[in-house]
């Protein structure tokens, strides 16, 4: 993975470059942006990332970029940070998935631990949807046939009722049992049933 990036939307300057400055100083990448609409006009590369939001912006408010990312890039984390005393809209935040709502002045390390636990989020399920893509391609590689063995193998059959339900011998059902597992990269019929669970096939 790059480096991981922190993205600051907030409308008031100070309060971005007051961000920018305490991230940086941490060790992460800093992006900022006056605006919703600035942020989400960006190009973002794909790496470990969290967004710091302010809630009351103009225009696209916090609560409706939330939604926008929930369905773009499912990755990254978002803290929301904001004046003001609203419980409903934490609410509505925290069960859209925010993972933390901070009312300005907030402390430091409170934002901090938040950027942390955020990124590793970020990071893990990177990683989860990587090898998710690597399977489908692996899937993606298999014959009809190759597949049709696959599923019966993983249900728990044997290669003669293989055989008897795909009119085809066994010697044929091992060969093409045998080129699954290379493909799939799977080490024992464990390990292949795991990869079919994962499979959104």
């Known amino acids: 993975m790059n480096s ?27 992006q900022t942006f006056a605006s ?13 990332s969290c967004l710091v939001l302010d809630y009351r912006l103009p225009q696209l ?18 803290i929301f940070i904001t004046c003001y005393g609203d419980p409903p809209m934490a609410v509505q935040a925290m069960k859209a998935g925010a993972l933390e709502v901070l009312s300005k002045p907030f402390r430091e390390d409170a934002l901090l631990d938040a950027i942390q636990e955020g990124l590793a989020r970020s990071h893990t399920t990177l990683l989860r949807q990587e090898e998710a893509r690597r399977l489908q391609q692996r899937y993606a590689a298999l014959s009809r046939r190759e597949r049709e063995v696959m599923w019966l193998v993983v249900a728990g059959r044997l ?6 339900t ?16 290379r ?19």
């Open 61 to 78: 408010d916090g609560l409706r970029l939330q939604q926008r990312l929930l369905a773009q890039a499912g990755h990254m984390p978002v």
């Open 36 to 48: 919703a609409e600035e942020f989400l006009a960006t190009s973002r590369a794909v790496v470990p």
């Open 183 to 201: 493909k799939m990269k799977a080490g024992s019929l464990a390990e292949l049933v795991g990869m079919t669970i994962r499979l959104d096939v």
């Open 159 to 164: 290669n003669k009722q293989i055989a008897a």
């Open 166 to 181: 795909l009119g085809i011998s066994e010697i044929t059902v091992k060969a093409h049992r045998g080129r699954v597992m």
């Open 4 to 30: 991981p990036q922190v993205f600051v939307v907030d409308d008031d300057i100070s309060v971005r470059e007051s961000l920018e400055g305490l991230i940086r100083y941490s060790g992460w990448q800093a």
